[in-house]
């Protein structure tokens, strides 16, 4: 089974609608640490956030925002009034614990922002 | 730009052959992180040092090593390559030794194995 799931393979939308990405994840552990990348065109990777599975407040930055709800196992992705420069892969991931052996990314949703 | 820069950009080599990455963290950096994506694989964590001792460790084939060196940057050694090892590499950075914290990533090289 797959540790992080990203069913959404492609997503497109015009400029300024809002979009959200999913990601779900699967874990018995009750301490685990959630992950998105983002990765442009250009190919580089980009550390959006981490976040720690005792803090379930939602994170806002800017035009992003991150909604984790342990009932649901997901830590989904929202990006408001999305622009050109926002059209990338991105990437969810789980690390069950910080040795570095059980770090799971996802498949990854590419996302296409359209002027 | 992240301030993280590798070597090569690109290499193409022959199956059964070793190279060496190499990674610069941002100064003021003391982790390094290693990861290789590949159309097979997706993206992988490899490992990660933390002022010259490795502090995590992933999916590490027993053919690559790495290590930190005293000016804090890095090399990834790939030895015995398959074509399956044909990649992109990347290398990240972060000021402090907390496993996965705010990572600053590097161009990548592409490693291409005939």
């Known amino acids: 089974a797959q540790k992080v799931t990203q069913a959404q393979t492609e997503i497109s939308v015009v400029e300024k609608e809002d979009v959200t990405l999913d990601c779900v994840y699967e874990t018995r552990d009750t301490t685990y640490y959630l992950f998105w990348y983002k990765q442009p065109p250009s190919g580089e990777l980009v550390f959006l956030i981490r976040r720690n599975s005792f803090d379930e407040q939602n994170e806002i930055s800017g035009r992003y925002s991150w909604n984790f709800q342990k009932s649901t196992s997901s830590f989904n992705f929202t990006i408001t009034a999305s622009q050109v420069v926002d059209s990338a892969v991105y990437f969810c991931a789980l690390s069950e614990d910080l040795t570095g052996n059980q770090f799971y990314f996802g498949t990854g949703t590419s996302l296409t922002v359209i002027p | 730009d992240s301030g993280v820069t590798q070597t090569p950009k690109h290499l193409i080599t022959a199956t059964g052959q070793r190279v060496t990455l190499r990674c610069s963290p941002r100064s003021g950096d003391l982790s390094v992180y290693w990861y290789q994506q590949s159309l097979d694989q997706g993206l992988q964590f490899l490992i990660q040092?933390?002022?010259?001792?490795?502090?995590a460790k992933g999916n590490i084939l027993e053919r690559f090593s790495a290590q930190q060196f005293p000016d804090l940057h890095s090399e990834l050694n790939l030895s015995s390559l398959e074509l399956g090892d044909s990649a992109l590499y990347f290398c990240?950075?972060?000021?402090?030794?907390?496993?996965?914290?705010?990572?600053?990533f590097g161009p990548g090289t592409r490693l291409t194995v005939t």
């Open positions: 040092y933390y002022n010259g001792e490795e502090r």
């Open positions: 990240a950075s972060s000021i402090r030794g907390q496993v996965f914290n705010e990572q600053y």
